[in-house]
């Protein structure tokens, strides 16, 4: 058996998240579906992270064990020319047989986009948030600061009981390594790399720094609600249309 590794970027729109659902487009369905006409095996492919609907992804990782002797680089065209358009592998390697997607993994980088124009292109409109309105850019930067570090993020995570018992996890601290917002043309983006992320954790973020930009707190704020492990202590989730999955690290 053969540990392989895919590295693919994907277009969320379409598909109801990356974990397989019954009679729901999945991403990690889709690409186990290739999988198997390629290689003639029913596998499930193991993501880095569980995206949800809507999100998208750079270059997210996946493994799965195959006693196919298909070479790693002909996989590539082999399930891109099954797959849809909107799911690309970019890469396939051999991979040690301890390498897990998810758990080998050492920090991830998420960016989020903020469309700021008055219209937005429908072009761009499945891809950013639309958020023409007022905003302090400079709160929303110092707010972002102070999330670096190791803390507990319970008032960002999703209250999601039936993955928390799945994923065994008991602790929700987890280390920040950098936390950025800039100006891009039109767009406002936040880029975050951190140790691991909770459900919903980078988009309950977004919705908590945009309160910032709108004078509803102040970025000293930030302190109180991390205290409080309370997800009613923060913002409302951003919309998945502006989140991307941009690399993971090992």
């Not at 960016?111 to 023409?132: D, E, S, T």
């Not at 928390?164 to 800039?182: A, L």
Request: net charge neutral; aromatic share 8%; hydrophobic share 40%.
């Amino acid at each position: 058996m053969r540990n392989l590794k895919l590295t693919l970027a994907y277009d969320g729109s379409g598909f109801s998240g990356w974990q397989v659902q019954p009679d729901a487009p999945t991403v990690q369905g889709t690409l186990a579906s290739a999988i198997g006409r390629v290689t003639g095996e029913k596998v499930l492919p193991q993501g880095s992270g569980r995206t949800d609907a809507g999100v998208h992804a750079l270059a997210q990782v996946a493994t799965f064990a195959s006693a196919s002797a298909i070479p790693a680089e002909n996989l590539v065209t082999a399930l891109n020319d099954l797959l849809p358009a909107s799911i690309r592998v970019l890469e396939a390697v051999e991979s040690p047989a301890d390498f897990h997607a998810r758990h080998s993994a050492r920090a991830k980088t998420y960016r989020y986009r903020i469309y700021r124009g008055a219209i937005c292109p429908p072009f761009l409109a499945r891809y950013v948030w639309h958020y023409p309105y007022p905003l302090n850019l400079e709160p929303m930067k110092q707010a972002a600061e102070l999330v670096l570090g190791e803390h507990d993020f319970t008032s960002f995570a999703a209250v999601d009981p039936e993955r928390e018992r799945e994923d065994k996890e008991v602790s929700n601290i987890r280390r920040i390594f950098s936390s950025v917002w800039e100006q891009a043309g039109e767009e406002l983006q936040y880029t975050v790399r951190g140790n691991g992320f909770l459900h919903h954790m980078v988009r309950n973020l977004v919705g908590t720094f945009l309160l910032a930009g709108r004078g509803t707190l102040q970025p000293e704020d930030l302190g109180r609600i991390l205290k409080a492990c309370s997800r009613s202590a923060a913002g409302a989730t951003a919309p998945a249309s502006g989140l991307y999955l941009v690399s993971v690290e090992y």
